[in-house]
């Protein structure tokens, strides 16, 4: 279930991912309550949410005390004490809140949550991790990963296909990938067709396997 626009966020651990996901919800307009076990923290961010308070979520009672159960959306950000995240997460699924975000630091960390009623489970960490090392390798500019391989990248156009169309380079049968668009400079996006000419600079967005955008992306005249 998705926030709904300006509905009420419940945010629990205001560290960085948590602030985060916080300060983004408010700038999209939702009301969001942040709470955090630090009175620092919970002091800092009181200006900047529309309400903060300090709690121990791992207490069902402080979750009840806080009006959890009629929230509809919340926001697990305890990362690095497992066993809060967890008894955190247990409780707004007791309280039966209908839709818990939660984030993982590790693959077991994500399997228990999910066994505790968490319908969302990020590893803002791994993923992060994983990104900076495709982006590093220098090949791609940018990329989103959708499933486990699934990806669309934003990369430059190729040697070998550059000064052809699409079509005569055959770039999906001969490598997997889909053209969607290409940007050239100082032009806006373009959809891709079989006619579309690739010139030297265009920057294309493709989309594939991130293995074969990666070879795709290798190829070399
Ligand atoms: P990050 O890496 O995003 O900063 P952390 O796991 O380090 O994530 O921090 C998460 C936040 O969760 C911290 O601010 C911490 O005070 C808070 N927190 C930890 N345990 C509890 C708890 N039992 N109840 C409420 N907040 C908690």
């Known amino acids: 279930m998705s926030a709904d626009r300006r509905k009420p966020v419940l945010v629990i651990g205001l560290g960085r ?25 919970v002091e800092m961010m009181a200006a ?9 979520t791992t207490d069902i009672d402080a ?10 959306s919340s926001v697990v950000g305890i990362g690095t004490d497992i066993e809060a995240s967890v008894l955190t997460v247990l409780g707004l699924s007791d309280l039966k809140v209908p839709s818990i975000w939660a984030k993982a630091t590790n693959d077991n960390h994500g399997r228990i949550l999910q066994r505790t009623g968490a319908h ?14 495709h ?28 000064g052809v169309t699409l079509a005569l380079s055959d770039v999906r049968r001969k490598y997997g990938i889909t053209v969607i668009g290409i940007k050239r400079l100082d032009e806006d996006f373009v959809y891709a067709t079989p006619d579309t000419w690739v010139l030297p600079d265009d920057i294309m967005i493709v989309s594939g396997t991130i293995e074969q955008i990666e070879r795709f992306a290798a190829i070399r005249a």
């Not at 991912?17 to 923290?41: K, T």
């Not at 979750?63 to 509809?72: S, V, Y």
């Not at 982006?135 to 550059?162: T, Y």
């Open 48 to 56: 900047e949410l529309t309400q903060t308070v300090e709690a121990d």
């Open 63 to 72: 979750l009840r005390a806080l009006g959890a159960g009629e929230f509809t």
């Open 17 to 41: 991912f948590g602030s985060a996901v916080a300060h983004s919800l408010m700038r999209m307009g939702h009301e969001v309550l942040g709470v955090d076990a630090n009175p620092r923290l």
């Open 120 to 133: 969302h489970i990020v590893f803002p960490e791994a993923r992060m991790g994983e990104r900076v090392a």
């Open 135 to 162: 982006l590093l390798n220098g090949r791609l500019i940018d990329f989103i990963k959708f499933d486990d391989r699934f990806a669309i990248a934003k990369l430059a156009a190729p040697g070998p296909i550059v």
